[in-house]
């Protein structure tokens, strides 16, 4: 009979302890407010925009000419900070996901439903599965990833001639 007492003490006890955690939790992330979707018309959040590489316009009271170079926590602080103020809010930290978010947000209401996120899955598979069999097999997966590789190098190459035409000297300056 004591065993049955102590059980039962000790189980009321582990679940008003599991129930106060729970609800810390949920008071914790209670603090965090939503973003205001008020703020645009169309419901769709809009966040700052800003050059993801980091390489914006410099903090403010920075007086150096040129940057010295970053160290990779520094780039990686100014990835998110997109206003340069040299701190970094929800939203901003938010913002570097949103582009990938609304692609897969597709009647634009900023709630991601499970059959939103599956016609994406369902989409991928249908890209790896190139004979549409319904089955993939190593050699179809290894074709994707193998084009996907090649894409990737290809636009790195349009990108780097891209950039290589910028800068290159022009034929006026000759130094005639």
Same mark, same amino acid.
């Given at each position: 009979?004591?065993?049955?007492?102590? &059980?039962?003490?000790?189980?009321?006890?582990l679940a008003s302890a599991g129930f106060f955690w729970w609800q810390g @939790?949920? #008071?914790? #992330?209670? &603090?965090? +407010?939503p973003p205001d979707l008020s703020a645009s018309g169309d419901g769709v959040l809009e966040l700052p925009q800003a050059d993801p590489t980091g390489s914006g316009p410099s903090l403010p009271g920075d007086k150096t000419k040129h940057a010295p170079r970053?160290?990779? %926590? %520094? $780039? $990686?602080f100014n990835r998110f900070d997109r206003n340069r103020?040299? @701190?970094?809010? @929800?939203t901003e930290m938010l913002s570097t996901r949103v582009k990938a978010f609304q692609k897969l947000d597709t009647n634009h209401d900023n709630l991601l439903t499970f059959e939103e996120w599956a016609v994406r899955t369902s989409n991928r598979f249908k890209a790896?599965? @190139?004979?549409g069999d319904g089955i993939v097999s190593? #050699? #179809?997966l290894a074709a994707f990833y193998v084009a996907q590789e090649a894409a990737k190098a290809q636009r790195a190459?349009?990108?780097?001639?891209?950039?290589?035409?910028?800068?290159? +000297?022009s034929s006026d300056d000759d130094g005639d």
């Open positions: 009979m004591n065993r049955i007492a102590l &059980g039962a003490v000790s189980a009321l006890l @939790r949920a #008071e914790v #992330e209670r &603090g965090a +407010p970053q160290t990779t %926590e %520094e $780039r $990686r103020d040299g @701190r970094i809010t @929800r790896v599965d @190139r004979d190593r #050699e #179809e190459k349009a990108k780097a001639a891209l950039c290589s035409c910028s800068t290159a +000297p």
